[in-house]
């Protein structure tokens, strides 16, 4: 179905609803495919390709509210579908905050090219995907003879959408991912099996980085976790891996929420305009990156992208508020949920921010744990490098940070230059001072 059929059935069955009784309805018909590989001792062990076409609709019947969906297009099928769907909605609970966005909220323009289709995607084939995972695991193999195991992955996927709502507002796009890496498990002489991964998500297929580098990072990742042990529990500088960051930072994320302040389950309910973190800390939405992984002119809701700042030297300016915990709150409508986060980064290097460590853990990655977006309270468990004198020293497992969002990030003093470029949270390295750490 290309994007011209897939309007014109959008539309029709937008009619459909409202003239099966509906007073408003949005209808968005989708098509994608998938394709996923997993390569390990120089062999496929698995290959899977997945299509999908579908219709979802949404209906509001006085103030009145049910969405559906189905996989079967055809307008017979698709007639009585509507019909149920919206005789159905009639018998639901009257919400008087039920009701598509207003109009003026909607992008006045689409023709922004955001570059998030790689239009060279249906070039691809079964043999360059498959070269790509056996390269990546030889490279990977390669390293060390203490490599137990490799095993490289491949997805992409491609998908279009066509959106249209009864009061005004029909968006199209389209769009390609690729996702792509390792993971190497490791020997450890006291009977540990260390592991660890490199992936990388873009785009467009030719900024992955290349095979080589891709199954050696895991390798080396792994390889570095040997001897790992945990360490007297006590107060450390923290240094925070940018891979690692967007972890951290999401303590922020559910207590941002109009939906959480509304049900008063956030920490952050009443701290607008006020101090919230270290004034190191200003984070920036940015839905209009190209080629970002979670770039966008209009969000769920039908509502315009637009940048927003949302922390501001560490002064709360902003929440996520979508379209209808924005009219319980009586709050004008942003966006229901974060795009692209970046951060106002700082002058120096991973490498400069590990030499001003005189003693601290390097956390290379968080494992388990929760957090708390009522209290703001947390504990993750953590992996990484103890650090002495800005030099590594042996890796440590086992240990456990907890502790309060805004203490904790009244800690930050210093970020660095190195945004992850391979996530939609485009978050540097971090440095927090007087971090608990919990082990032996």
């Not at 992996?383 to 009244?410: D, H, Q, R, T, Y």
Request: charged content about 25%.
């Amino acid at each position: 179905m290309n994007n011209k059929e897939r309007l014109e059935l959008a539309n029709w069955s937008m009619k459909q609803a409202l003239k099966s009784g509906a007073n408003e309805s949005v209808v968005s018909i989708y098509n994608s495919r998938d394709i996923e590989i997993e390569y390990r001792d120089k062999k496929i062990e698995k290959l899977q390709e997945s299509t999908q076409s579908g219709l979802n609709l949404q209906v509001y019947t006085n103030h009145k509210y049910s969405s559906h969906s189905t996989n079967d297009l055809r307008k017979d099928s698709l007639a009585k579908f509507i019909e149920e769907a919206v005789a159905g909605t009639k018998y639901l609970t009257e919400d008087e905050f039920r009701s598509l966005v207003d109009p003026k909220y909607y992008p006045k323009d689409l023709a922004m090219d955001l570059k998030l289709l790689d239009e060279s995607y249906e070039k691809i084939d079964s043999a360059d995907r498959v070269k790509l995972v056996s390269e990546i695991e030889a490279a990977a193999m390669s390293v060390s003879d203490q490599i137990i195991s490799s095993t490289a992955g491949y997805y992409d996927s491609y998908y279009e959408t066509t959106r249209v709502h009864s009061n005004g507002f029909t968006g199209e796009n389209k769009g390609t991912s690729f996702s792509v890496g390792a993971e190497v498990t490791v020997k450890d002489k006291d009977g540990g099996r260390p592991e660890d991964y490199c992936y990388v998500s873009t785009r467009f297929r030719n900024e992955i980085p290349s095979p080589d580098y891709l199954g050696k990072e895991a390798a080396r990742r792994a390889l570095r976790k040997i001897g790992q042990k945990k360490i007297e529990s006590g107060t450390y500088q923290m240094l925070v891996e940018n891979r690692a960051s967007a972890r951290l930072l999401g303590v922020f994320s559910g207590a941002m929420t109009a939906r959480s302040i509304q049900q008063k389950s956030s920490f952050l309910d009443g701290m607008l305009g006020k101090k919230i973190a270290s004034e190191k800390l200003t984070v920036i939405d940015d839905p209009l990156i190209v080629k970002g992984l979670g770039s966008r002119l209009f969000d769920g809701d039908g509502i315009a992208a637009k940048k927003r700042v949302m922390i501001e030297k560490g002064i709360l300016k902003n929440y996520f508020v979508d379209n209808y915990y924005g009219k319980k709150l009586g709050w004008e409508p942003t966006t229901a949920s974060p795009a692209n986060i970046v951060l106002d980064y700082g002058s120096k290097s991973f490498d400069q921010l590990l030499k001003e460590i005189s003693k601290g853990i390097l956390v290379t990655g968080f494992l388990g744990g929760n957090s708390n977006s009522t209290t703001g309270d947390f504990s993750f468990g953590l992996i990484g490098m103890l650090v002495e004198n800005g030099e590594v020293v042996k890796p440590v497992n086992e240990m456990n940070i907890s502790g309060n969002a805004k203490e904790v990030w009244n800690q930050l003093v210093e970020l660095g230059n190195d945004p992850y470029l391979y996530s939609s949270y485009r978050v540097p390295s971090m440095l927090f001072e007087g971090i608990q750490f919990s082990g032996i």
